[in-house]
Nanobody, 121 residues
Framework: QVQLVESGGGLVQPGGSLRLSCAASGSIFAINTMGWYRQAPGKERELLAALSSGGKPNYADSVKGRFTISRDNAKNTVYLQMNSLKREDTAVYYC???????????????WGQGTQVTVSS
């Protein structure tokens, strides 16, 4: 019923920038929290940034000061602006959203399919 689709990944040189987007669609009554995670090969999935509706963003120490999360509630879309990218930022980036599909059900978490970000010279 709910689908999240990420876009904007690709290959970038160290020091470069990318902007990721994640659009939610389907049966949506409200979206509480939207966030970004990443997972590199052999590593745990890491929470990078999260933003609740009308709230203040939270960031992992590894990206604080370089990445910025924002959302457009009218479009059910969350963004991740990534600046000063480092080789260690290379990973698959995933969008997550806590979605309430209608007024009589509890909110549930949904994941996007992921988008690859590769930082290399």
């Amino acid at each position: 019923q709910v689908q999240l689709v990420e876009s904007g990944g690709g290959l970038v040189q160290p020091g470069g920038s990318l902007r990721l987007s994640c659009a939610a669609s389907g049966s949506i009554f409200a979206i509480n929290t939207m966030g970004w995670y990443r997972q590199a090969p052999g590593k745990e999935r890491e929470l990078l940034a999260a933003l609740s509706s009308g709230g203040k963003p939270n960031y992992a120490d590894s990206v604080k000061g370089r990445f910025t999360i924002s959302r457009d509630n009218a479009k059910n879309t969350v963004y991740l602006q990534m600046n000063s990218l480092k080789r260690e930022d290379t990973a698959v980036y995933y969008c997550n959203a806590l979605v309430r599909r209608n007024p009589v059900v509890r909110s549930e978490g949904y994941w996007g399919q992921g988008t690859q970000v590769t930082v290399s010279s």
